[in-house]
């Protein structure tokens, strides 16, 4: 009998240990009685984050955009990034749902009880911090493994940029408009460590609509754009001046390869390949 | 006696002709003075246009060939398509409320703003899905073309579930519906493919950066030709004013007039949206400038109007590069901001 | 000549508005150099009669403007021959001056774009003389009562100087003295040869027309000098006996039967 109550003891003493709690970036702190084996990611780089860590198997729904690895095609669908669909991700009973801190779903799935955490991820610093939270919500280690992986594929990429092509003027074009990617951005500061130098500054904020006139003046020597973009820029006024348009220095980036350098996780260092291919003339597509 | 005769014997040696009628000169003073004023204040901000770049106020008049370039590539064809762009908006916009006998008509009542939101929204949808096939002149006439096709078809379909002009209130409501429809299928289009949102955002806020001397030569022909037809149509609008029956038993053509109307505007809204955007309010303001100073008939009224919605979207493209550059707040922002403060002031001196 | 010719006649004339048919199969001959004044029950067609005439609403059956068939009338030729005036006025021309609102009555007459010549002054003078409102010419019409505006209105319908009047309740808004001008300016248009046919809800005003137009429920019920006994009887009939045609100086005077 003594024994028996020693044991009930010893287990009620012991299971807060495996209760964890975690704080997101909003800095709510979220419980967590047990790791979360049902989860579900309304960002791309948030999925992508859960499986770097090796835990793929634990997602049960991602959004409309999630596309790597292979395996998360075939998981279901929740919705966009602006507008989940709050009862198919409730029908998936998820014990976590990971997406970003300004998502209109965010207050209304809490709402329902389900344990959110929402991520703000804009620089490379935030991809770092991003890495070791999910980790410790889902209890796993790697972060830190996956981080250093991370760095070290930047650096290697850094390192196949031919040393000519250090302190080169790079423009980086998100969208029309033009809304570039300045020094702020993740993209800048990747850019920053391949040693080329961003002609948008980072005062102006991540993604800021600039005066196309502005490019004009900077004349970047290399311009990177998406594919759908780029056929038009030559229609803009005085660009056709650029030295990067005179030399044919546009990169042209796929939707695929866009993906990959848009979203700030665990392919930064794929991102920094495609960039420093660009930079040293060895894009796919590159000259026309 | 009738006292009617009386006053007739007695001022019949008096007040002719019009022209040299005091009264009625008043007007025509006023009118030449609203036109001088808003001539020069847009002939000024032409300058301005031409000395604000992209770091702020630079005048680059320093005959260097890159600065040069800067100037007449990039500055002198902006600010004179922006004005141009108002212009057409400004004209249409006089035309809508005239057609409608509302002074709170803007052009695009007829579904052609959200028309070329569509049209652009497929084709970046198009260039994004086959971007192969998109060489320099196809994406170069590609998201102005389909712009300008897209407005044209809505006004089409407008006209066709009007069942033609006979009646105003069903080309209205026609308009509306349509108008609404092609907004919510270009907002479709921009969530099943949100890598054309950024795109389309600059787009539905209006922006004049990418004015070259070719959107400039394309918008000043369109304002000359809906210029001829809005004066010459004018006179049919004064009469309308009047009521259907009157205008019809002066002997217009009430349908042909109509359908004029409406191409005119057609062409006008779906010119400026193709090049610009959707620049919301300088339409539909730009007439209220015009009867804020003077209250002139149509004739003077569209031509007034189109130089007062030049000068407002001139401004606004002028402030907009300006304010926090290298950044450009977006044109149509500030056209609102500029025509509200405006017609709150206006209110605010009518309740006084 | 001219005298035989009637301003208008029409034989079967039907229109159906919103699928009810407001005039059922009119035939009438208004002859020229006349004023003859409709009247009626309310909705019993009287404006509808007068459009139809004026060619400003879709009709069935047989209209002739001064002996030719009304199809057969260029827009502008009608225009010239016959000047309306409506009820009710559209809030559209709040900005337009009183005189240029007179010299859109001049439009039928000039050439598209064309500035007013000498001719379309005097008219537009004289006619806002004879309306009394050629002292505020310059003023905007959002400014004016409502008896003003029907001034300014009437000076336009008379600026087309046309040989036919038509005038839908054009004592509307007016006080007595100014009824008494109009009455008087409608005398003189047909003194001078002219054609005016009226739709007045006044009676007694009615009565100082030359002939009578008794129109009830989309017909004709008779047609005949103001003067005539059987016109009398026929006005009584159709207001159903609740006012009575009295002689009072030279002229007629209706008054309800209390």
Redesign the interface.
């Known amino acids: 009998m003594r024994r028996w109550l020693l044991a009930l003891l010893l287990a009620l003493t012991a299971w807060p240990i495996l209760a964890v709690t975690v704080t997101d970036d909003r800095g709510v702190a979220v419980d967590l009685r047990e790791p979360p084996r049902r989860i579900v990611s309304l960002l791309p780089s948030l999925g992508e984050t859960v499986c770097a860590l090796g835990a793929c198997d634990r997602l049960v729904g991602v959004d409309d ?1 999630a596309n790597w690895p292979a395996s998360v095609r075939s998981l279901p669908r929740v919705g ?2 602006d ?1 989940p669909r709050i009862e198919r991700i409730v029908g998936l009973q998820p014990d976590l749902v990971l997406l970003s801190s300004t998502s209109r779903a965010l207050g209304r799935l809490q709402a329902l009880g389900l344990p959110v955490m929402g991520f703000d991820i804009k620089t490379l610093g935030d991809v770092r911090r991003v890495l070791s939270r999910v980790a410790d919500a889902l209890q796993v280690g790697g972060a830190d493994a996956a981080w250093r992986r991370i760095d070290a594929g930047v650096a290697a990429a850094a390192r196949s940029v031919p040393p000519a092509q250090h302190g080169v003027s790079v423009y980086f074009e ?6 570039a990617a300045s020094e702020s951005s993740h993209i800048g500061e990747i850019l920053a460590r391949l040693g080329a130098v961003n002609v948008v500054p980072g005062h ?2 991540t993604v ?7 490019v ?2 900077a004349d970047p020597q290399v311009i990177m754009v ?7 820029l ?5 660009w056709p ?1 650029i030295r990067a348009m005179r030399e044919g220095r546009v990169c ?1 980036f ?2 695929e390869q ?1 993906d990959v350098i848009a979203r700030p996780g665990p392919r930064l260092a794929d991102a920094a390949q495609l960039l420093a291919d660009c930079l040293a003339g060895r894009l796919q597509g590159d000259r026309p | 006696m ?3 005769d009386d ?2 014997v007695a ?2 040696a008096g ?4 022209r040299a009628d005091p ?2 000169e ?2 025509a003073r006023r009118v030449r003075w609203f036109a001088i004023l808003a001539a020069g204040a847009s002939a000024l901000l032409l300058v301005l246009g031409a000395a604000v ?3 702020g106020w630079e005048p680059l008049w320093d005959g260097s060939e890159a600065a040069r ?2 100037v007449w ?3 002198v ?2 600010s004179l398509g922006a004005w141009l762009a108002g212009a057409l908006l400004g004209l249409a916009g006089a035309l809508a409320q005239g057609l409608f ?1 509302n002074p709170l008509a803007d052009p695009y009542l007829m579904g052609s703003s959200t028309g070329a939101a569509f049209g652009v929204a497929l084709l ?1 949808v198009a ?2 899905a086959a ?1 192969g096939t ?3 002149a ?3 006439l ?2 102005t073309g389909a712009g300008f096709l897209g407005a044209m078809a809505a006004v089409l379909l407008t006209l066709v579930l009007a069942r033609g002009v006979q009646h105003t209130l069903r080309l209205l409501l026609a308009g509306v519906i349509v108008g609404v429809v092609f907004g919510a299928l270009a907002a479709l289009v921009m ?1 099943w493919e ?2 054309v ?3 389309m ?2 787009f539905l806020l209006g ?1 004049t ?5 070719t959107g400039a030569l394309l918008l000043a022909a369109m304002l000359v030709l809906v210029l001829v037809a809005a ?2 149509l004018s ?1 049919a609008l ?9 205008a ?6 009430l349908a042909s007039v109509r359908l004029g109307l409406v191409g005119a505007i057609a062409l006008a809204t779906g010119a400026a949206v193709a090049q610009v955007g959707l620049i919301a309010f300088a339409g539909l303001v730009a007439p209220h400038i015009v ?1 804020s100073a003077v ?3 149509h004739r003077a009224l569209l031509l007034l109007s189109t130089l007062a919605g030049g000068l407002l979207l001139l401004a606004a493209d002028v402030l907009s ?1 300006w304010m926090l ?4 707040l ?1 044109v149509g922002v500030l056209t609102a901001l500029l025509g509200g403060a405006y017609l709150l002031w206006l209110m605010h001196r009518r309740a006084a | 000549m001219r005298a035989m010719t009637p301003a208008f006649s029409a034989s079967a004339l039907r229109v159906a508005l919103a699928g009810r048919e407001v005039l059922q199969g009119i035939d009438l001959s208004l002859p020229q150099g006349r004023w003859t004044a409709v009247v009626g029950p309310n909705g019993a067609g009287k404006t509808t009669l007068l ?1 139809a005439l ?1 060619h ?1 609403l879709p009709a069935q059956g047989r209209i002739e403007l001064l002996g030719r068939p009304a199809r057969e009338w260029g ?6 021959a ?5 009820q009710g ?5 709040e ?3 009183a ?3 007179a010299m ?2 001049r ?2 007459h000039r050439p ?2 064309s500035a ?1 010549t ?1 001719a379309d ?2 008219s ?3 006619a806002m ?4 409102c ?1 002292d505020w ?2 003023r ?1 019409l959002g400014q004016l009562s409502g008896g003003e505006r029907q001034r300014v ?1 009437l000076a ?1 319908a008379l600026a ?1 100087g046309a040989p036919v009047l038509l005038m839908d309740e054009p004592l509307a808004n007016l006080d007595p003295p100014h009824q008494a ?1 109009v009455l ?2 409608v005398r003189r248009h047909v003194a001078a040869g002219g054609t005016a046919i009226t739709v007045l809800h006044e009676l007694t005003l009615a009565l100082r027309a030359d002939d009578l137009l008794v129109v009830d429920g989309g017909r004709v019920l008779h047609h005949g000098a103001t003067g005539d006994a059987a016109t009398h009887e026929a006005v009584q009939r159709v207001f159903a006996g609740r006012i009575r045609v009295h002689a009072l100086d030279r002229h007629w005077v209706a008054l309800p039967d209390a």
């Open positions: 955009y966009g990034v507008d998100v969208s029309a408009g033009p809304y102006l904020g800021p609509l600039l005066n196309p006139e502005f004009v003046r998406a594919q759908r973009d780029a056929a038009a030559a229609a803009r006024p005085g001046r042209r796929t939707a866009g | 009738n006292p009617a006053t007739l001022g019949s007040s002719f002709p019009g009264l009625l008043a007007q770049g992209s770091l370039a800067i590539d990039i500055r064809p902006r006998r970046l260039l994004g971007p998109a060489t320099g196809f994406a170069q590609g998201l969530l949100p890598e949102l950024r795109a955002q600059a922006t950066g990418l004015l070259g001397w004066v010459a006179p004064d009469a309308l004013a009047l009521g259907e029956s009157a019809a038993s002066l002997g217009l053509p009867r209250r002139p008939t590069r550059a290298p950044r450009e977006p | 459009k004026a400003l827009s502008r030729e009608r225009a010239r016959l000047a309306w005036l409506g006025q559209e809030a559209g021309a900005d337009l001056r005189w240029d609102v859109l009555g439009m039928p598209w774009l007013p000498a002054h005097a537009v003078e004289e003389r004879r309306t009394q050629w010419r310059a905007p209105l336009r087309v001008d008087a300016l």
